[in-house]
């Protein structure tokens, strides 16, 4: 069988860079002397797209060097964040070196769930109480503090502790956090109890099965704190009597076994995970759906999931924002947790504080969340300090990890930040904030029904309600595959229907004027031909029906209303929809139509229909043929041959339909030869239209070449305002001790770079009072005092209510310059009412 990553090329034994390359970046380019600030400013002026000429990607996965490698100047940029202080100490005190802050990055144990194909391979993760007991036997703070030295904070909940949804749950999360905190004591019994119940034995302080040894494959990765990390719980089951077998990979190593493999194949038992959360996220209510049910990746491993009726419930209703107040959303995300924790497919165990390595000449706008790997704007602001132009070297850990294509292709973070720069979507989120802002996109209308939880914030788009929101008859609701056809919404309602949103979006002036990188002429057939196969892959009776992609597609059509194109110039859409989301402008970014090239999704859909190649992994696994890349190895063959078949049959897509949203006669033949002359050249089919182009790909040498892209129409200025973040910093102040009875004061000051934080600045302000045994006794509002500081005074009847013993105040502070929450807590006592406070006893 062919292997879907054999192209990857992963057994050669020598690797050839390209010296060239590497070399100093920039001094090949005419325009990347150095310039004095008058004249950077009027280059950056004169300029349009990219300020950089060029980005070289290679794969660089030792930490160690990192420091090094930019004070030489071979490279500007590392994509990963690093967890070794030794290095992280080099870099902070180096004067060539520099570095970006973001917290979107989390470690998991992810476990494997599926009962193994051989019979006397016994998998205690198939039991749900074995799983939620490994929440118990970790140590997360010593993970946090000792493993990634303190640039963590221990994690429980498919949460991110830095994001909203956490500080808005804060009562929910401690409580579920003090139910399983560490206690290894509590681990070992669940899960010897439930070991024996499988038919397993203790021999000799060892587990066996049918008189085999109980195995636990640890799939350790190798690039970062994991590496220890793996250890470490290897190391635990080891002292709980389970064999271990330890299994260091690479990112691209372990990918074919926890990702490409089958489950039931027994070859992983535990892997040590990582998420990034690319963007600030907002609203993490399709967190349950993502991680813990069949919808949330189309992959074997997301298959073998079933986390009972209630939490799918729950999970779907979320992500389809199924309910009509925030309050409903916090019991039902309440409840969600408390079950996915029950389930633990996943074991949480920290959110990292990422340090991203730059040279100290290099400047971006970094996302708070995913830092530079993940930010949207790092493409449109990448620059020198004092040069326009130049070459930049990126080191990442791994380079074309998976295959890549636009339809299902690899989602990893580091393929991912290759690919953004080639596309230039209708929309970008801040950087800062999560919301999003128009870069196609002239002016958008959200319409909502009276009675739906969501908020507007920014100018670019207009917020309005109504007591219902008929959809048109003539709308698109899908697309008949049997008969090649869209489906009207009169067919599937024939006496009407509402929808709870309406979204209509209008684009700039031009938006289909624009051209592909291939010198192609964009067209309406564009944008058309994603969507009609997003519908078709959900669809049994379509030759690009796949199983993997239905779970995501039903939640999506159960919101999914309509769709009507209103206009083509300007292009101008409306999208109707029982889904509400919190942020308006999510919503129209959720709905925006973006465009993907039709030709060479085209040549893709006749690979496999053909049966040569698989859009996804799922598809390639079952059919034992290759997932398809567009940029590497054996598929390119096949495209190449599909591409002659389509220039010989004038080959559309849906013809009967999308010939009439075509922008020329001739557009079909134009397409493909620019097409087949783009390979030439290029040597793949990636083709976009965003601010740099793919150059070159080389699968050996673990290098990809991105170059400006010179015909990009955007000044090189326009994204360029973000400046740094302005996370509120919290300093908290109260008595150590309070006697019962007593009243008591705490103040919080709120500033930045040592300036009071603006009041009007302050979204929310809350405090969680919590007593000796971790129970939630109020919560509330700290009231505003003066500049930047804020109280909480605490009655004496609620001081009373704590009895004595140690107490907790933990306050959680928002704003809307960042979306990150900032928080304190304070530790006191109650004690009896004529006791001595330290206080007094100082004095």
């Not at 190798?222 to 190391?235: F, K, L, P, S």
């Amino acid at each position: 069988m062919i292997r879907k990553s054999l192209w990857l090329l992963a057994g050669l034994a020598v690797v050839v860079m390209f010296v060239s390359l590497l070399r100093p970046a920039g001094e090949d380019s005419v325009d990347a002397e150095a310039l004095g600030e008058d004249a950077l400013g009027a280059a950056i002026a004169e300029r349009r797209g990219a300020l950089v000429d060029e980005v070289v990607f290679t794969q660089e996965s030792d930490v160690g060097k990192v420091a090094g490698l930019i004070e030489r100047g071979s490279h500007q940029l590392f994509t990963q964040g690093i967890t070794n202080l030794t290095a992280f100490h080099r870099l902070r005190d180096s004067d060539k070196g520099a570095y970006e802050t973001a917290y979107g990055s989390s470690s998991e144990l992810a476990l494997n769930p599926a009962t193994f194909d051989d019979e006397n391979a016994l998998n205690p993760f198939t039991v749900r109480e074995i799983r939620e007991a490994m929440n118990w036997l970790v140590n997360r703070r010593y993970i946090a503090e000792e493993i990634y030295g303190g640039m963590a904070v221990p994690r429980v909940l498919p949460l991110n502790t830095a994001f909203p949804d956490y500080a808005r749950l804060a009562d929910t999360a401690r409580a579920l956090e003090l139910r399983y905190q560490h206690d290894p004591e509590r681990a070992r019994r669940v899960i010897e109890e439930h070991m024996e119940k499988l038919g397993a034995l203790k021999r000799g302080g060892r587990w066996v099965y049918n008189d085999t040894p109980v195995t636990i494959r640890v799939l350790i990765r190798t690039e970062d704190a994991r590496n220890q990390v793996g250890d470490y719980v290897a190391n635990l089951m080891e002292d709980l009597g389970f064999r271990v077998l330890r299994q260091y990979r690479t990112a691209e190593e372990a990918s074919r076994i926890w990702i490409a493999g089958d489950p039931a194949g027994g070859q992983w038992n535990i892997y040590t995970g990582s998420w990034v959360s690319t963007t600030i996220n907002r609203d993490e209510a399709t967190n349950l759906s993502f991680y813990y049910t069949q919808r949330g990746r189309p992959e074997l491993l997301w298959q073998t999931y079933a986390s009972g009726d209630e939490l799918d419930e729950i999970a779907s209703r979320l992500e389809r924002r199924d309910f009509t107040r925030m309050a409903e959303r916090r019991d039902l995300m309440a409840r969600g947790l408390e079950l996915a924790m029950a389930s633990s497919y996943r074991i949480w165990l920290i959110d990292q504080q990422s340090i991203i390595p730059r040279a100290s000449n290099v400047i971006m706008a970094a996302d708070l969340a995913g830092g530079i790997a993940g930010s949207r704007l790092w493409p449109y602001t990448l620059r020198y300090t004092d040069r326009v132009g130049g070459r930049m070297v990126f080191g990442s850990p791994s380079v074309l990890t998976e295959p890549w294509n636009p339809v299902a292709g690899s989602n990893w973070l580091f393929d991912t930040m290759i690919t953004r720069p080639l596309s230039d979507p209708p929309l970008l989120p801040d950087p800062f904030t999560g919301l999003y802002l128009p870069q196609r996109v002239a002016r958008a209308e959200v319409t909502v029904q009276e009675d739906a939880p969501i908020n507007k914030t920014l100018d670019w788009l207009t917020l309005d309600r109504q007591e219902e929101i008929p959809v048109p008859p003539e709308a698109w609701i899908g697309w008949n595959a049997e008969e090649g056809r869209f489906r009207m919404v009169a067919e599937d309602h024939p006496e009407g229907v509402n929808a709870r949103s309406k979204v209509r979006i209008q684009y700039e002036d031009g938006f289909l004027d624009r051209q592909w990188q291939d010198g192609s002429t964009m067209s309406m057939a564009d944008l058309l031909l994603p969507w009609i196969l997003t519908h078709s892959r959900a669809d049994e009776k379509s030759p690009f029906f796949d199983p993997s992609h239905v779970p995501a597609f039903q939640v999506y059509k159960q919101h999914f209303r309509g769709l009507k194109i209103i206009r083509e110039e300007p292009l101008i859409i409306e999208v109707y929809s029982d889904q509400v989301l919190p942020d308006a402008e999510t919503l129209v970014a959720s709905r925006a139509l973006t465009p993907l090239p039709w030709h060479t999704l085209s040549i893709g859909m006749m690979a496999e229909q053909a049966g040569d190649l698989a859009f996804s992994s799922y598809k390639s696994d079952i059919n034992r043929i290759d997932w398809m890349s567009l940029v590497a190895g054996p598929s390119l063959n096949v495209l190449r041959r599909h591409l002659d078949r389509a220039i010989d049959m004038g080959f559309m897509p849906y013809g009967g339909v999308l010939k009439d949203f075509l922008g020329s006669e001739d557009e079909i033949s134009q397409r493909y030869q620019a097409l087949k002359q783009w390979d030439s050249e290029r040597k793949h089919f990636w083709v976009g239209d965003g601010p740099f182009y793919l150059h070159s790909v080389h699968p050996v040498e673990r290098t990809v070449v991105l170059r400006r892209n010179e015909k990009f129409q955007d000044p090189s200025s326009k994204w360029l305002d973000f400046s740094r973040p302005e996370i509120p910093e919290l300093t908290l102040d109260g008595p150590l001790m309070v006697r019962t009875g007593e009243a008591a004061e705490f103040n919080l000051a709120v500033t930045f770079a040592g300036e009071p934080y603006p009041e009007g600045a302050i979204d929310n302000a809350r405090y969680l009072l919590f007593d000796g045994d971790g129970d939630l006794v109020t919560e509330g509002a700290l009231l505003p005092v003066g500049a930047g500081q804020w109280q909480v005074t605490l009655s004496s009847e609620q001081i009373r209510s704590l009895g004595t013993g140690a107490n907790s105040l933990e306050l959680a502070v928002t704003s809307t310059r960042v979306a990150l929450p900032a928080f304190a807590s304070h530790a006191f006592a109650t004690v009896p009412a004529g006791t001595r406070t330290l206080e007094e006893l100082d004095d």
